[in-house]
């Protein structure tokens, strides 16, 4: 019996050395945070994802508990190579930066009470500011333009941003009532 006519053909499973190499890179090129350079190597360098579905992965690895793209990294270790790949894409992900880290952390201990560190620390805050909009401009193109998106962003942004609500809140009541609506509209097509 063949698949269904609108059924997506079977994805590539990717290697655990692909997938090593990916979050290792990922976890290199992470410097004032790793989602700019994870949709750069998972959906334009290594075409893992689509940009919609690295939206919506993301979408998901945000409401769960933990860092967004340590889920994320278990999540395509996990369709690709089972709890091994996993593991695998995990460990990779966090390698380099802890490494890095651990070296950074020694050198500031000893010159942190210099006035050019601390400027280059402020400096470095601006620059982190400014990827995370750069960011949110990319991750915005996988998003679909529809009303009802742009208005569930609008009341997300408000909850958060103004009203400071706290994020387990927004989530546990925006996000059933966006799944429901898009459910509702879908049936409604």
């Known amino acids: 019996m063949s698949a269904p006519p609108d059924s997506a053909p079977p994805r590539e499973?990717?290697?655990?050395?692909?997938l090593a190499t990916g979050f290792l890179l990922i976890g290199l090129m992470g410097f004032g945070g790793i989602a700019a350079s994870a949709q750069y190597i998972i959906v334009e360098k290594r075409k893992w994802k689509t940009p919609k579905e690295f939206v919506e992965m993301f979408g998901i690895c945000s409401i769960l508990?933990?860092?967004?793209?340590?889920?994320a990294s278990v999540m395509i270790g996990d369709e690709n190579q089972g709890p091994l790949g996993s593991m695998v894409c995990?460990?990779?992900?966090?390698?380099?930066?802890?490494?890095?880290?651990?070296?950074?952390?020694?050198?500031?201990?000893?010159?942190?009470?210099?006035?050019?560190?601390?400027?280059?620390?402020?400096?470095?805050?601006?620059?982190?500011?400014g990827l995370i909009f750069g960011t949110a401009g990319r991750l915005g193109k996988g998003v679909d333009r529809?009303?009802?998106?742009?208005?569930?962003?609008?009341?997300?942004?408000?909850?958060?941003?103004?009203?400071?609500?706290?994020?387990?809140?927004?989530?546990?009541?925006?996000?059933?009532?966006?799944?429901?609506?898009?459910?509702?509209?879908?049936?409604r097509a």
Do not use: E
């Open 90 to 129: 995990l460990f990779s992900l966090l390698l380099a930066p802890l490494v890095i880290l651990l070296g950074i952390a020694v050198a500031y201990d000893h010159f942190s009470h210099l006035p050019d560190v601390r400027a280059a620390t402020a400096g470095a805050a601006s620059a982190a500011a």
């Open 65 to 71: 508990p933990g860092g967004n793209f340590l889920n």
């Open 146 to 187: 529809t009303a009802s998106a742009a208005a569930f962003g609008a009341v997300t942004f408000v909850a958060v941003g103004l009203l400071r609500l706290p994020m387990w809140v927004v989530v546990l009541v925006i996000c059933p009532i966006a799944i429901g609506w898009t459910l509702f509209q879908g049936r």
């Open 13 to 18: 499973k990717y290697s655990l050395w692909n």
